[in-house]
Nanobody
Framework: LQPVESGGGLVQPGGSLRLSCEAPGLILDRHAIGWFHQGPGKDDEGVACISARISTTHYADSVRGRFTISRDDAKNTVFLQMTSLTPADTGVYYC?????????????????WGKGTLVTVSS
């Protein structure tokens, strides 16, 4: 079971992107789902999480108010809407799933994750 991320690319500062993550074979509402960001030369960090079942959302301080995580259970797809992007948002974004209520702080604490999609914010 490996999720597949898409939607990354080059965007100017202040721009927006929507990342998608398809997860065939996974029942989304039975998993906590997170998006993790790994900047160049840095460790990964969780930026957004949607909890299992009750779908409460949690965001890192660095993205709160700019990023929105959502999921479409019928399509088995998770989204990360990113707005007001800055160069600090540059990096690889991974979606990850955990058969638990909430997300882990690090990608390695999740059960499944994809290969990531690269986002570059630059003028």
């Amino acid at each position: 079971l490996q999720p597949v991320e898409s939607g990354g690319g080059l965007v100017q500062p202040g721009g927006s992107l929507r990342l998608s993550c398809e997860a065939p074979g996974l029942i989304l509402d039975r998993h906590a789902i997170g998006w993790f960001h790994q900047g160049p030369g840095k460790d990964d960090e969780g930026v957004a999480c949607i909890s299992a079942r009750i779908s409460t959302t949690h965001y890192a301080d660095s993205v709160r108010g700019r990023f929105t995580i959502s999921r479409d259970d019928a399509k088995n797809t998770v989204f990360l809407q990113m707005t007001s992007l800055t160069p600090a948002d540059t990096g690889v974004y991974y979606c990850a799933f955990k058969a638990d209520w909430g997300c882990s702080e690090r990608l390695s604490g999740m059960d499944y994750w994809g290969k990531g999609t690269l986002v570059t914010v630059s003028s």
